[in-house]
């Protein structure tokens, strides 16, 4: 198992930034993929950035070259630096983990999601 507890999130105004963390703690050598979602108000989920086992990145458009995602191997925590916030930027951001262990021949899997922190752009 994988628990998950994410900071960082409140209330900033249009063009400023905020750095949001996550920390994970359990089965922690298990995990291959980690990622930041947000919802929109009256939205559906929608991945905003994620890192791959290899350490490859992918980003949504709406986001590309103003946040940046990273994880910290040592200390088992993924960040979200956001810059040049905007109005259409506030959300529920969520952190998720995907999970894999056992053998070659058998690899189980198990995803998790953190409870979520609220970031709200305006002025």
């Known amino acids: 198992q994988v628990q998950l507890v994410e900071s960082g999130g409140g209330l900033v105004q249009p063009g400023g930034s905020l750095r949001l963390s996550c920390a994970a703690s359990?089965?922690?050598?298990?995990?291959?993929?980690m990622a930041w979602y947000r919802q929109l108000p009256g939205s559906q989920r929608e991945l905003v950035a994620s890192v791959s086992s290899d350490g490859s990145t992918n980003y949504a458009d709406s986001v590309k070259g103003r946040f940046t995602i990273s994880r910290d191997y040592a200390k088992h925590t993924l960040d979200l630096q956001m810059n040049s916030l905007k109005p259409e930027d506030t959300a529920v951001y969520y952190c998720?983990?995907?999970?894999?262990?056992?053998?070659?021949?058998?690899?189980?899997?198990?995803?998790?999601w953190g409870q979520g922190t609220q970031v709200t752009v305006s002025a």
């Open positions: 359990g089965r922690t050598r298990s995990i291959d993929t």
């Open positions: 998720y983990v995907r999970t894999r262990w056992g053998p070659v021949e058998r690899i189980y899997e198990k995803e998790f």
